[in-house]
C-alpha cells in the first residue's frame, strides 16, 4: 500500500522559511508528477508546484521567486523549499505523487504570523 508522509511543517513568522519533505512508501518505482498542493481555511486546495520526471516546474504564480521545488526519483521523494513566506502561505500543504493512480499525504500545517 502508497503511503506519503509529509513533514516539516510550523508556525514560522513572516519573512522566514520553511523546508517541506514528503517520503513514500510501499512502492519501489518512480513516480511520475509529484507536486505540493495546499488548502487554507475556507478556500478550495490548490496547486503550488509540480514538478516532472525530467525535472519540468509549474508553480502557481503568487509562491513564483520564493518557492523551489525539487525531487529524488530513485527515493520517491519531494521537497519544497518555501523562502519569503507570508501569511497568505499559511496553509495545510498536501504532498501528491502519480503512478497512474494519484496518491496524496495527509497533510500538514504550515502557518505564518505576521
Known amino acids: 500500500q502508497v503511503q506519503l508522509v509529509e513533514s516539516g511543517g510550523r508556525l514560522v513568522q513572516a519573512g522566514g522559511s520553511l523546508r517541506l519533505s514528503c517520503a513514500a512508501s510501499?512502492?519501489?518505482?518512480?513516480?511520475?508528477?509529484v507536486g505540493w498542493y495546499r488548502q487554507a481555511r475556507g478556500k478550495q486546495r490548490e496547486l503550488v508546484a509540480i514538478i516532472g520526471t525530467g525535472g519540468s516546474t509549474i508553480y502557481t504564480d503568487s509562491v513564483k521567486g520564493r518557492f523551489t521545488i525539487s525531487r529524488d526519483g530513485a527515493k520517491n521523494t519531494v521537497t519544497l523549499q518555501m523562502n519569503d513566506l507570508k501569511p497568505e502561505d499559511t496553509a495545510v500543504y498536501y504532498c501528491?505523487?502519480?503512478?497512474?493512480?494519484?496518491?496524496w499525504g495527509q497533510g500538514i500545517q504550515v502557518t505564518v504570523s505576521s
Open positions: 501528491r505523487m502519480t503512478w497512474g493512480s494519484v496518491y
Open positions: 510501499g512502492i519501489t518505482s518512480s513516480a511520475n508528477v
